[in-house]
């Protein structure tokens, strides 16, 4: 008998894919995923844990759920991901409704818990060793053969190239909610990918915390390859137009990986690379271990190597210790830089972090303003370089649409939304569209003659 299963993802893409997992996975036991928690018989809340917000939204969610859970007894109430692996049985002090607690590495263990709950052979689970292995069990081969999960975007999917963290940023929960970090043996990433593409998948993202060091703080399939020689070979896979990945950390990013740039013609000119702030004495207190110098370097020699390379970045403002002077270097880096885009966001105190402990906190309303200020200049510099485009031919890969219209991304990941003239496109289907229009956050232009 089916079983309805609603999941619900906070966080990163680490987090998406691993609920493409779980649902793949729980699917071989005969759960159909559902979009609403009413009616459902498992709710699993895979949370994020990064910033204080991201965790107060689940425990608020986690508290609507109370009311789901008195009004269906049977209905069975899980936590995965980070706030999971952080919190494990404290989560029950709070929720005492929630019957499963399930860490980050921990996730492969899902079916045979839910089964003894809903078979009441136990009325409480939880498992929250954090024991990173790709090896046992060897589960993405598991979940190779499974049916691919019902994705809104079937034609991009993610591939999860290595787990953990080993940096240890002041800041960042990360480590300690990932674990440390390893590496998946190539062969298996190659053969994923090699099934994907057999599916019809078109674009690829290879995810990891830090994928410029794959390969190098373990042995990997008994050889040690890095980041720059797993691409080449993800990129040979035949039937791939697209290729990307996240995130990056600039104090390993080799020259080898930034030649793949001017090397690889499906690896798109898009590259995030978080620089958190452009003071050095900040960098230095967050442990990013590189300088703004360092930093400014390898932008400059990316830009060589491929002159239409976009580049993003992550921005942390009112770091402790912040100083305005500190700050308006980082908004002089985003001048010199001119970044296409940048999540940025208020630096916020995380359990198990040093910088918690570390004196001269920013004021909430300091933090909210420079947040503000970078905000707008990001803004108005994103509209600056989205505009770069008009009158320019791209090439879109279509993700949605009808007979009138469509949307889909050019190489750099701008939306663009262009007629359909009376031509049809399926979601990964390529378009070449004449661009007309460029707003903050997205571009309009119609389709090229020579489409
Ligand atoms: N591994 C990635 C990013 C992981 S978290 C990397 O190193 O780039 C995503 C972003 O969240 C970080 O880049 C950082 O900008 C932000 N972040 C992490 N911890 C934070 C904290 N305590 N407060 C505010 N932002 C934080
Ligand atoms: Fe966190 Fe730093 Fe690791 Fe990124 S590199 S996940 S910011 S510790
Ligand atoms: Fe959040 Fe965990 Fe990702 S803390 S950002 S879900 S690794």
Known sequence: MSKNLYIKTFGCQMNERD??????????????????AVGADVVLINTCSIREKAEQKVFSLLGQLREEKTSNPNLLIGVTGCVAQQEGEHIRERMPHVDLIVGTQQIYQLPEMLDRLTQRVSVREIATDLEANFAIPPFQKLLINAPPSPAPHGFRRFVTIMQGCNNYCSYCVVPGTRGREISRPMADIVEEVEILASQGVKEITLLGQNVNSYGMTNKV?????????????????????????????????????????????????????PVQSGSNAVLERMHRKYTVESYLDKVNRLRQLRPDIALATDIIVGFPGET???????????????FHGSFSFKYSDRPHTRSADFADKIPEEVKSRRLQEYQTLQDDISLERNSESIGRKVEVMVESGDHTAYRGRTPINQVVHFAAEGQSFA???????????AGKHSLKGRLSSDT
């Open 19 to 36: 609920s493409e997992i779980i649902e793949q996975l729980l699917a071989q036991d005969g759960y159909v995923p559902t979009d609403s």
């Open 427 to 437: 979601p990964g289907d390529l378009a070449r569209v004449t661009i007309d229009q």
């Open 324 to 338: 305005e002077a500190d700050f308006q270097a980082t908004l002089d880096l985003l001048r010199t830089v001119r």
């Open 221 to 273: 399939a008994e050889t040690e390859v890095g980041f720059a020689q797993l691409l080449r070979q993800v990129a040979a896979i035949k039937g791939l137009r697209r290729l990307r990945f996240t995130t990056s950390h600039p104090k390993d990013l080799s020259e080898p990986l930034m030649r793949c740039f001017a090397e690889i013609d499906i690896l798109c000119p898009h590259f995030h690379l």
